[in-house]
């Protein structure tokens, strides 16, 4: 029955039945106070402050809480999708302290925007696990997520080293500004295409992490640049979008695509890579799993000692080895 009610609270505050707000939802009236009141047997209210539920990432990532969450007794999450909107997420967060949450997992639209309101949930003695993008400062319990600079310069020794070992012009399609993972894929791609002087990043613009975004973006930067020789996206879905605007273009075999995420669904980035459409993808786990054991050792284990940084594995999904990559990481269809 809990199990239910979990689901269903999250279909509703993630946007799926009801499109404004975090939904209210009355705390289970013995709910779990972190600051004392921990411990096994007790009901205890999560919740997740969403960046965007449009991105397929993010759909995975509250797939991966919600399971999770499934297997703890007495764990009841709610999604909250803030749709791109940093006041959204700003109130989202503000009504879910009003709701006495008992743990926040916030996954920031922008990481600045963010900051007061996870510093004000921190403060009031709520604990706070910020997952994939980071916020401003140090108020907060523990963050969970990838290596973004590491990530990206794994991306840009690949092209350096494989995909453009004699030098190429390159399009640069990055993620939302402001969102931190954005500004370290750059970073860390720069640092790995060092090595090789004959590459060249001919433009880059934000294509805020949509495929529709990045198709538009990339449709505009192929005519301007009908001579690159590669498109290095700072997510898969934005590749893909690449890809068919350069498909529509007539430019599709003899541009080369790339994206980070590795998602193992039928639409994610290592089925594109095994089918031909991008070269590589970069493995970022959505941490949804880590996130809640973390939860789980503060709320029920009364762990007062959890690490303050999770760092995500990552690795490179090339067309050799991307089918047993996907079954690997649990991938169907």
Request: glycine share 10%; proline share 5%.
């Amino acid at each position: 029955m809990m199990r239910t009610r979990t689901v269903l609270l999250a279909l509703l505050c993630s946007g799926a039945l009801v499109t404004s707000g975090a939904c209210s939802v009355e705390k289970p009236s013995d709910g779990g106070d972190a600051a004392g009141n921990c411990g096994s047997g007790k009901e205890f209210l999560i919740g997740m402050s969403q960046a965007n539920n449009a991105e397929p990432y993010r759909q995975v990532m509250n797939t991966d809480i919600q399971t999770a969450a499934n297997s703890v007794p007495g764990f009841t999450v709610v999604v909250a999708d803030a749709a791109q909107d940093n006041s959204k997420q700003v109130a989202d967060v503000e009504n879910f302290l009003t709701q006495r949450i008992d743990l926040l997992i916030i996954s920031p639209n922008e990481a600045r925007p963010l900051t007061a309101v996870v510093r004000k949930a921190h403060d009031r003695g709520v604990p706070v696990i910020v997952l994939d993008r980071k916020v401003e400062g140090e108020a907060y319990t523990a963050f969970v997520g990838g290596d973004n600079v590491a990530i990206g310069k794994a991306a840009g020794e690949f092209y350096a080293r494989t995909l453009l070992p004699d030098g190429g012009k390159v399009i640069e399609i990055t993620g939302l500004p402001g969102s931190t993972p954005a500004a370290e894929r750059a970073q860390g791609f720069r640092e790995g295409i060092a090595g090789n002087p004959k590459i060249e990043i001919v433009a880059s613009q934000p294509g805020d992490w949509l495929r529709e975004k990045g198709q538009a973006v990339a449709d505009a930067l192929l005519k301007t640049h009908p001579d690159a020789a590669a498109v290095y996206a700072h997510n898969d879905p934005m590749a893909e979008g690449a890809y068919l605007a350069a498909k529509a273009a007539g430019l599709h075999t003899r541009v080369r695509f790339t994206g980070i995420d590795a998602l193992p669904v039928p639409s994610g980035g290592i089925k594109a890579v095994e089918q031909g459409r991008l070269a590589a993808t970069f493995q970022y786990a959505t941490g949804g799993r880590e996130a809640v054991d973390l939860a789980r050792r503060i709320l029920i284990d009364c762990d007062r000692d959890v690490p303050r940084t999770t760092t995500l594995a990552t690795m490179q999904v090339t067309r050799e080895n991307a089918a047993e990559t996907y079954a690997r990481l649990g991938g169907a269809g």
